[in-house]
Structure formats: structure tokens, C-alpha cells
């Protein structure tokens, strides 16, 4: 890579970079930060430092892969395609791989192909209309205890994480919102214990015969959580042994286990995948959406003239009738503002690709089992892409996003 003109920080024995980003990433917290959307050098540290001395194209090592970081839209573009099928998914971490295990964020090819259309078919348009007035009624429980709370102080971020946690329990699941919430609880404490270790260098030979605490404590909240979704499986498989049902159901995990009772063994899914696919999207989407709610909850209290404008939206629309699909296909201003809050705060911070063969990237040939490492958040806050930076202080830079 130096031949081609790409510089990098210095690798360093087993550890590579890591211990210089987990250096960056311990001090940063400890600055001060005025409120401000330009949350990257705080959030990643040592890939804002690292663009800004090498460039926007660098090398970096995790631990003894290299990883090429590149910011520019169309080369991103390129790999994401993928159209010459050189660049496959890294295989997870050991934590990771605990988290998510091999859903539908981890996995590809076939399985991917075959657990995709399982989700495309539980979340598709009308799946989707079917399951408005459950978060409706989630909602309006919700605001009737804020009610309650007029005048003190509300924790929304919690209050969220409880919204999501039983919509998804809910609508997706059938689940209660009781059987649920365990499983959201060990699979935060598990993304706690990745989160640690995500620069922590693994030395292939002693990690065989040695476990660490963390290691030890995953595997044990892994187990848990297999043996909470399979309770629930089992109530499913029950109702329709005793005669209650006559189906697995047609929400997400009704599909999942009539997979897992597929008679033809080409599709049928594995207890395992059946797990790994409830983890995903119990994780990713809870995750996601109380990230996103929460921050744009914020956004609009910072600048109540677009508060105003979701508020007036939404009147014009729905008036004082509930929520609907296709009253939502309306809302403009609201989507423009869940936009730029999914930009200003996005809920990855990256996406990383290995590279399966020599490829040419551009300019760049990059060497089998090198890997390229797609910072989102560098790119959602590139001056460069964008005209302002923050956008929610200038109403016609939003309006043009």
C-alpha cells in the first residue's frame, strides 16, 4: 500500500493501532464539548486524528489486519455493490459473534439470500399497516404516563428504550413485553462486554486454553438468551400441538419457526439460526430506533421552529385522528428530520468489508485478506459532502438534504 501512495500509523507487534485508538477513545470523554452536532472527533477519535494527518484514504491495523479506511462516496458505492464479489463480510468477533451470532447482519450468499426474504415477507408494506395500531396504543401508554410527570424531568432515553422494547416484543415476537425486556437487558450487557474488548488482541494459541472473565460471562448470557427465545418458541409450537392454532403465526417469529419446521432441508432453518436471526433483530432493532428517537427528540428541543413544523405537519394530516400508514407517506417534514437525525447521529458507526481476492478499488489494488473500512460517521460529517455541517441550524440547508 505505501508503493501506492497510502500512509498510515506505524504497525505495532500483535496489537497494531489499537492500543493508540484505545488511548484516543479513554481521553476523549474526559474534554469538555459544547452542544454541538459535530460529534465525530468525540464519538471516533482516532479515525478523525488519522484522516486528518494521513489523508482520507489511510491504513490502520487491527491488530494484524490491515484495514484500508476510505471516504470517498463512490469507491464506498463500489464495494457495497460489490459487483465482482471480491468483498465478503469479516467474519464476527468472538463478542460479536455472541451478540448477533449469524442473522441476517453477519451472514451472506444463500443464507443470506434465504433469511432475507423471511424478513422481507414479515415486514413488508401491509405486514407493516397491520401492526400500526400496536405501536399506536404502545405510544398513547407511553404519553399517558408522561402526563403524569408534567412539570419534572423525563429520562427519554430510557422512556424509548422501553417504547421499542415492547413494540418489537409485541409485533414481531407475540411476546410480553416481560419476555422481552429479559432478553433486551442480557443482550445490552453483551454489547457492553464487546464494546471493552473491541481493540483487545486475542493471541490465537492461549485464547484455546485460557478464557477471560468477559469470555466466560458471554458465553454464559448467550446460553440464557437461547434458552429465553426458545421458551418462547415452544409456547408457539405448544398452541398448535394442543389445537389452539392452527399456524406458527405470521409475525417475524412465526415465519422463523415455521422455517425451522420446513419439511424440505434446503430451506429449513436451524435451531441456531432461529436464535441468531431473534437476536438480530431483537438488538438491531431496538438499537437503532431508540437511538434514533432519542436524538431527534433532542434536535427538536434544541430547535423548536422545526418542532413547530413536525407539529403543524402532523395536525394538517391526521388532525386529532390517530396515526396511520398512509396519512405517513405524507408527513414530508417528518422524514426530512428523521434524515438528517439518522446523519447528524447515525446507529453504526461503520461497515467494514475483507477483501476475498486481489481487486483493483479505484486507483488502488488491494491484497487478499486485507480489509476496507467504511466510516459512515466520516462521511455523514464531511464538510466536503455537505454544504453546513450542522444543518438544523439553517432551515434551507435541511430542506435541501
Known amino acids: 500500500m505505501n508503493s501506492q501512495g497510502i500512509r498510515g500509523s506505524p504497525y505495532e507487534f500483535i496489537h497494531g493501532n489499537n492500543k493508540e485508538a484505545a488511548q484516543m477513545l479513554m481521553e476523549a470523554p474526559t474534554k469538555p464539548m459544547t452542544l454541538t452536532h459535530d460529534i465525530f472527533p468525540r464519538v471516533m477519535p482516532h479515525v478523525y486524528s488519522w484522516i486528518n494527518k494521513y489523508g482520507k484514504t489511510y491504513l490502520s491495523w487491527n491488530g494484524i489486519r490491515g484495514q484500508l479506511l476510505i471516504t470517498d462516496p463512490e469507491l464506498v458505492k463500489e464495494v457495497l455493490k460489490n459487483s465482482d464479489k471480491a468483498f465478503r463480510k469479516p467474519k464476527t468477533s468472538y463478542f460479536f459473534d455472541k451478540l448477533i451470532g449469524d442473522g441476517l447482519a453477519s451472514t451472506e450468499r444463500e443464507k443470506w439470500a434465504r433469511q432475507r426474504k423471511l424478513a422481507n415477507y414479515a415486514f413488508h408494506g401491509e405486514s407493516l399497516k397491520n401492526m400500526t395500531p400496536a405501536v399506536v396504543a404502545s405510544v398513547e401508554t407511553m404519553l399517558e404516563k408522561w402526563k403524569s410527570k408534567e412539570g419534572k424531568e423525563i429520562e427519554v432515553f430510557q422512556e424509548f428504550r422501553l417504547l421499542t422494547s415492547e413494540v418489537i416484543s409485541r409485533t414481531a415476537f407475540g411476546s410480553s413485553y416481560l419476555e422481552g425486556e429479559k432478553i433486551f437487558d442480557m443482550l445490552m450487557k453483551l454489547s457492553v462486554i464487546a464494546g471493552r474488548n473491541i481493540f483487545k488482541a486475542k ?18 448470557i448467550a446460553k440464557m438468551i437461547h434458552d429465553s427465545v426458545m421458551r418462547i418458541v415452544k409456547k408457539r409450537e405448544e398452541r398448535v400441538v394442543n389445537g389452539e392454532a392452527d399456524n406458527f403465526g405470521r409475525d417475524f417469529l412465526g415465519l422463523l419457526v415455521n422455517a425451522y419446521h420446513e419439511a424440505d432441508q434446503k430451506n429449513r432453518l436451524s435451531i441456531q439460526d432461529m436464535v441468531d436471526e431473534c437476536k438480530t433483530f431483537y438488538f438491531a432493532g431496538q438499537e437503532i430506533v431508540n437511538s434514533l428517537l432519542a436524538w431527534a427528540a433532542l434536535l427538536l428541543a434544541i430547535h423548536t421552529d422545526w418542532q413547530d413544523k413536525a407539529r403543524a405537519e402532523v395536525i394538517e394530516v391526521f388532525g386529532n385522528q390517530n396515526p396511520d400508514s398512509e396519512g405517513m407517506a405524507k408527513l414530508k417534514t417528518i422524514t426530512m428530520i428523521i434524515n438528517e437525525t439518522l446523519r447528524l447521529y447515525p446507529p453504526i458507526s461503520g461497515v467494514i468489508r475483507e477483501v476475498g481476492r486481489e481487486v483493483q478499488l479505484g486507483k488502488l489494488v488491494l491484497p487478499t485478506h486485507s480489509e476496507v473500512d467504511m466510516r459512515i460517521i466520516a462521511l455523514h460529517h464531511d464538510p466536503y459532502l455537505w454544504e453546513m455541517m450542522l444543518i438544523f ?9
Do not use: H, T
Open 203 to 220: 493471541i490465537p494459541i492461549i485464547s484455546k486454553f485460557w478464557k477471560s472473565a468477559d469470555e466466560i460471562e458471554s458465553e454464559r
Open 393 to 401: 441550524s439553517n432551515p434551507r440547508g435541511l430542506l435541501k438534504g
